[in-house]
């Protein structure tokens, strides 16, 4: 069981080709939102349901490379983005937080909880005193989680923002592009800081469209694997 954590790169801006619609074998999921009681259901895209702009993301990709090195495994996930999140929308305290504790505590009735991936930090860059705060913020969160679920040393991997934030009109004046560097910079630095936690790079990457802050549907196959890859990395112990 994996957590799925940050905003709209997490969640998915991708385009959604007719096969995306099809279930994808051994994958399931707890549905963003709904009504009634948690349940399971068979994951296809859009995985996340809470906004009308959840499209093709990176989890599914995942799976299917996770699979391949871990055959017979079924793998479940509990998406928990947020379109537009900034990181004190996520941490402890918050109802996306408290969510996260009540869908884990549901999951583990089928099976155990192997790790986070985590996509988010643009949202952080809008101003100096966000962007400042930003690596102590996320330092905070892993501490919470592994706590909050009596795992100290699970999985933590995050994914660097897109190599093309910051290059749009919107998001390329001097200062904002700094603030991005920062943040990005924070990211990269979270395996040097924190035990078992991993690091992926978005190099190669391309956007959906001209506001340079999404990655397209390819980009988000690319980016799956690459957790996938870093996860192992990590389980390995290298």
């Known amino acids: 069981i994996f957590l799925l954590m940050g905003h709209s790169n997490m969640s998915g801006y991708g ?4 096969e995306d619609t099809i279930p994808v074998t051994g994958v399931f999921h707890i549905p963003t939102t709904g009504e009634g009681d948690f349940t399971w259901k068979a994951s296809a895209h859009p995985l996340h349901n809470r906004l009308e702009s959840d499209r093709f993301g990176l989890a599914l990709p995942f799976a299917k490379e996770y699979m391949k090195k871990h055959p017979g495994v079924n793998v479940g996930f509990i998406p928990l983005a ?4 900034g990181i004190d929308r996520l941490k402890k305290g918050t109802d996306i937080y408290n969510d996260a504790l009540a869908k884990v ?3 583990r009735n089928k099976g155990e909880v192997k790790g986070v991936l985590w996509h988010q930090g643009e949202s952080d860059t809008v101003n100096e005193e966000l962007a400042e705060s930003y690596e102590r913020k996320r330092h905070q969160l892993i501490g919470d989680i592994r706590n909050d679920l009596g795992d100290p040393h699970l999985p933590f991997i995050v994914g ?5 934030y910051g ?3 919107e998001h390329n004046a001097p200062d904002r592009v700094n603030r991005i560097k920062r943040v990005s910079s924070a990211l990269r630095a979270v395996p040097e800081n924190i035990e078992n936690t991993g690091f992926v790079e978005s190099t190669g990457c391309t956007s959906i469209d001209h506001h340079n802050v999404h990655f397209d549907r390819n980009s988000y196959i690319i980016m799956g694997v690459r957790y996938a890859e870093e996860y192992e990395r990590i389980s390995s112990g290298n």
């Open 105 to 107: 505590q549901f999951a």
């Open 15 to 18: 385009e959604i080709l007719p």
């Open 82 to 85: 947020w379109g537009g999140a």
């Open 160 to 164: 660097n923002l897109a190599e093309f």
């Open 167 to 169: 290059t749009g009109e």
